[in-house]
């Protein structure tokens, strides 16, 4: 019998697309024959994550894990919807993003890491959930906040269960009261959910970005035929406007419609150093399919 060695290895999953250990089962089995083995591995419904690879994942869950003061927070793609009731689905999310409380934001580590339960890696089990379930899946990205002392509260919006959902968000609040902090980050993270903002604060917003909107500003009051003082202080009247849209702690409050953030956050003797948000699919680009254009293609019109 041939010698397996880890090009082989390596070969075979760059083929199939199939897990590592996978791969060199199929290759002891067929006695190093590389088709023997693609075969072995399509037999076993091993191979078909490779022909799924290329297809579009805009759909999946957001989830969020806790642990101590720290949060995590991951999101798995898959093709459709109907993926994101599957058990086996949302198990493997949650315990990517519990994984990930320990292994921190990069994916490609996260992927490396062992997968609980098994002798293989995640990016393994991703394989095998993909073969069984017969949908490309990918873990896109991970966030992970921790704070010394407050609390790394989380939210997330259109829950399909407790840390489960489509919009997800982490936010950092250091501060005394951890349990009181616990339940106004909470409702932070639902203001975050609504409002998108881009920065904590505004000190925090790209310069480039500010500065873009000074000169659309400017253009605009010199169209309107303003003279160059009343300009610059219509420019900065703009500036603040843009700010209270774009800042977090110079938003207005949603929960009750008057209060900016900054003030709630100051009434709780806290701060706000961190917060990540989360939508699915967000920046994907889905794929749109013409039925008649198909047909037609297929008859050759």
């Known amino acids: 019998m041939a ?17 590592m250990m996978d791969c060199k089962k199929a290759l002891v089995e067929a006695g190093g024959d590389m088709e023997a083995a693609v075969d072995w591995l399509r037999k076993k419904g091993l191979a078909a994550a490779a022909k799924k690879s290329g297809r579009v994942a805009a759909e999946g869950l957001v989830g969020v894990a806790h642990e101590g003061n720290k949060a995590a927070m991951v999101e798995v793609n898959a093709e459709t919807d109907f993926v994101a009731r599957n058990d086996a689905f949302q198990a493997f999310v949650e315990t990517v993003a519990t994984l990930a409380l320990s292994v921190g934001e990069d994916v490609e ?29 990918t873990i896109r990205r991970v966030a992970v906040i921790e704070v010394s002392r407050g609390a790394a509260a989380s939210y997330v919006h259109g829950a399909l269960k407790p840390g489960l959902g489509k919009i997800g968000v982490l936010v950092a609040l250091e501060g005394d009261a951890e349990a009181a902090l616990a339940a106004l980050g909470r409702q932070i993270g639902m203001h975050i959910a609504a409002t998108r903002p881009d920065a904590i604060s505004a000190a925090d917003v790209d310069p480039a970005a500010v500065a873009r909107e000074r000169a659309i500003f400017a253009d605009q009051a010199r169209a309107e035929g303003k003279p160059d003082a009343i ?10 406007k843009y700010f209270a849209d774009v800042v ?41 399919t013409d039925f008649a254009a198909e047909v037609a293609a297929a008859a050759g019109v």
């Not at 397996?4 to 083929?15: E, Y």
């Not at 300009?231 to 603040?240: A, F, L, N, S």
């Open 3 to 19: 010698e397996v060695t880890g090009t082989m290895v390596k070969d075979l999953r760059d083929k199939t697309g199939a897990g």
């Open 109 to 137: 580590a996260l992927k490396a890491a062992a997968y609980p339960g098994t002798s293989h890696s995640v990016a393994e089990e991703l394989t095998h959930l993909i073969a069984t379930v017969g949908e490309n899946m």
């Open 231 to 240: 300009i610059e202080k219509m420019v900065e009247g703009r500036v603040r």
């Open 248 to 288: 977090l702690l110079e938003q207005v409050w949603v929960h009750d419609g008057e209060s900016k953030v900054q003030k709630i956050v100051h009434n709780a003797g806290a701060e706000v150093t961190r917060f990540v948000r989360f939508t699915l699919g967000e920046g994907i680009e889905k794929e749109t």
